[in-house]
């Protein structure tokens, strides 16, 4: 492959909304171009390298073939040619625009050119409108009649583009040439449909939520991110979820474990009619023996607030402080010789019912004749 320039003109250009510049432009010709013999031939492999100018044809299957018009779509407008090929590691440093797209006009390949750089635009609008392509192309060196019958010592074959350059001078002619005659901005499909690659049918395909064209590699990865992101959340969800109710159920059995224990000492801890009547017993003892002390009982007082009462009555000061089982000994010591006035709780006393009907008898006769008794002196 050799490395070429080649020459036109812009045609009219307009300006967009946004401050670019579109324009189509005749990007090449069918015929000869004049190249130095040192730039097809420098090995001098040819025997052209010192030839000065040399003719080399471009014919109609070269400039119109499908493949080489579809290789300058998409690369980068440059403001004139750079000392290097462009591509992604120097784009952003050579870039004015892009190619938008090819078509044919006649016997010349036209592009579709959208300049977005505020001085390039500025320099098209100042003058500077020819066009120079920057291409790759494969020489076949031979003898070849070009239009007219003009000799030429090679003719380009499978080009393949890399950018295209706004020039001062260009080589194509003043046929390639910006005019303010004709202003086609806008791609005929028609037209380009030979050239210009149709566009590859979409494929809808849902993931997820969203949907997105099959044939887009990059749609296709955000979309599929996404879903991931959105599975992650609802599996760390569910996840969360079984540790909550693995922790309710843990503290279910736990709470049942102490309802079952409580329920149990409640149980052993009710008191039996015996252990009741016990309880009542002693309570009363200790109320009996107390009040033999000359301690006065209350309906609000416990067994150890009663037997504290009678060792504070007794002992003084020197009570102050003691535990219960202390109060209990002392109280016990006080209480040594004093028999309780209340009878033991047992089983119930039987009676002579014949002397208790008598005896009733008796107190209501005496009842009836009280009157008696109570009459003044004077009156008897």
């Not at 609008?125 to 090679?154: I, W």
């Amino acid at each position: 492959m050799v490395q070429f320039a080649d020459h036109l003109t812009l045609d009219a250009p307009t300006r967009t909304r946004d401050g670019y510049m579109a324009v189509r432009a005749k990007a090449a010709r069918v015929g000869t171009y004049q190249y130095l013999g040192s730039e097809i031939d420098p090995e001098n492999k040819h025997g052209l390298r010192d030839a000065g100018l040399v003719n080399v044809l471009r014919d109609e299957a070269a400039v119109f073939d499908a493949k080489s018009a579809h290789s300058f779509i998409g690369k980068p407008i440059t403001d004139n040619h750079p000392s290097v090929a462009v591509n992604a590691a120097n784009w952003r440093d050579h870039a004015r625009g892009v190619v938008m797209g090819a078509m044919r006009d006649k016997d010349h390949l036209a592009f579709d050119l959208m300049l977005t750089d505020a001085a390039t635009i500025d320099a098209v609008e100042k003058g500077k409108r020819e066009l120079s392509n920057g291409y790759e192309a494969e020489l076949q060196f031979g003898d070849f009649d070009g239009p007219g019958g003009v000799k030429c010592v090679a003719k380009q074959v499978a080009i393949k583009g890399n950018h295209v350059a706004i020039v001062d001078k260009g080589r194509a002619g003043p046929s390639c040439a910006i005019t303010d005659s004709v202003a086609v901005c806008d791609a005929n499909p028609a037209a380009l449909a030979d050239l210009t690659p149709r566009e590859t049918p979409t494929m809808k395909i849902k993931i997820g939520d969203a949907e997105v064209d099959a044939t887009n590699g990059e749609a296709v990865r955000i979309a599929v991110d996404g879903l991931n992101t959105k599975l992650t959340a609802l599996d760390k969800r569910a996840t969360d979820a079984e540790t909550q109710v693995a922790t309710l159920t843990t503290d279910k059995a736990t709470l049942d474990a102490k309802v079952t224990t409580l329920e149990k000492q409640v149980a052993d801890a009710k008191l039996t009619p015996a252990q009741l009547r016990d309880a009542a017993k002693a309570y009363a003892q200790v109320c009996d023996k107390a009040q033999a002390l000359g301690i006065t009982v209350t309906d609000d007082m416990d067994e150890p607030a009663i037997m504290q009462a009678a060792v504070a009555a007794k002992i003084g000061d020197a009570a102050k402080g003691w535990n219960d089982t202390q109060i209990a000994a002392s109280f016990a010591t006080l209480t040594a010789d004093i028999k309780p006035a209340v009878k033991p709780i047992g089983a119930p006393q039987m009676q002579d019912a014949t002397g208790a009907e008598a005896k009733a008898l008796n107190d209501s006769i005496s009842n009836l004749n009280a009157w008696r008794d109570q009459r003044p002196a004077a009156a008897a």
